[in-house]
């Protein structure tokens, strides 16, 4: 008898996972319909007139969709999307200015090595954004993900301490990735 | 002008990425080394440029299609990185000699996996 609510309640999550990601599209796609619509009212449709309606659309979202009553993710992810973005390309921009730094040096002074990191990440989805966007980071590559899954195989540049390499992976990468993901 | 210089920054950059990623290739000390500056200096060279095309012309047509040759090659060239090094480590392509540690050789079940 006690089990019977947590039951219910876990049910009851299982099914708002899936209506949430309908929502989001949902949204995400009156955003863009409002942003079409922008653009064809200004009369002519450029990279500008898009970008404006959708900024704009976006506002109109967050103003008036509490006022249907209901609730949804789509505005915290989006959010969650642009930091995304902005730390990924800090990463990328930092990781080409170090190549070339290590290029140019006279005698290079790596120390590379081959790490292994536990992997959060379970679908294929996850662990493919993972692997390619280690790829594109900082000082990284990756190798091969384990038979089991549970471990993904790198190539780091500089590997002063694996556990710190390890550390700095799991809580800046991997976390930022699944917050976004799930 | 405005339009003018930021074409010209972007291009500029581009080509510079795209050369440290080619002499990347050549002096690094192993293939693994190599992969590293051929992936990151390449897509960065190549997104840069690509950019430098959109605000050239800053049509519709030209911009929609640079952010899709721009989304591709960041999903395409980290994969293709991937692959390669991947094969290169299963054919038994030795380590730099500085390589300081090998996880997936001791943890790993490499003999395991192909049977």
Redesign the interface.
């Known amino acids: 008898m006690l089990c019977q609510p947590l039951e219910i309640e876990s049910l009851y999550n299982v099914q708002m996972a899936k209506d949430e990601g309908l929502v989001i599209m949902q949204l995400f796609i009156t955003n863009l319909l409002i942003s079409m619509l922008w653009a064809l009212l200004m009369g002519e449709?450029?990279?500008g007139s898009?970008t404006t309606g959708f900024v704009l659309g976006y506002v109109a979202l967050v103003l008036l969709y509490p006022s249907t009553g209901k609730k949804s993710s789509y505005f915290q992810k989006t959010m969650q999307f642009i930091r995304f973005a902005l730390f990924f390309t800090k990463e990328?921009?930092i990781?080409?200015y170090r190549?070339?730094k290590?290029?140019a040096k006279p005698l290079?002074l790596?120390?590379?090595?081959?790490?292994?990191i536990p992997l959060d990440a379970e679908t294929d989805l996850e662990i493919t954004m993972l692997?390619?966007?280690?790829?594109?980071t900082?000082?990284t590559?990756?190798?091969?993900v384990?038979?089991d899954r549970k471990?993904l195989?790198i190539?780091a540049?500089y590997?002063i301490n694996?556990d710190d390499l390890r550390r700095e992976i799991k809580d800046g990468l991997e976390r930022r990735l699944l917050e976004l993901l799930r | 002008m405005i339009r003018e210089i930021g074409t010209s920054i972007f291009l500029i950059l581009g080509g510079?990425?795209t050369l440290?990623?080619a002499?990347?290739v050549l002096?690094?000390?192993?293939l693994?080394?190599r992969?590293?500056?051929a992936?990151?200096?390449g897509?960065?060279?190549v997104s840069s440029i690509t950019i430098g095309v959109m605000i050239h012309f800053?049509?519709?047509t030209v911009?929609s299609r640079g952010v899709l040759v721009i989304a591709f090659f960041?999903?395409t060239?980290?994969?293709a990185?991937?692959m390669i090094?991947?094969a290169a480590?299963h054919s038994g392509v030795s380590?730099?000699l500085?390589?300081?540690?090998?996880?997936?050789?001791t943890?790993?079940?490499i003999g395991?996996?192909e049977e």
């Open positions: 449709v450029s990279v898009l990328l921009l990781s080409s190549v070339a290590d290029v290079p790596m120390r590379p090595g081959v790490i292994g692997a390619n966007i280690i790829s594109l900082p000082g590559l990756s190798l091969e384990s038979p471990t195989y190539h540049m590997v694996p | 510079m990425l440290v990623a002499v990347g002096r690094m000390p192993d693994f080394l992969m590293h500056a992936t990151k200096a897509t960065v060279g800053g049509t519709i911009t960041l999903l060239a980290p994969v990185a991937h090094a991947r480590y380590l730099w500085l390589t300081r540690i090998d996880e997936w050789k943890h790993g079940e395991k996996e």
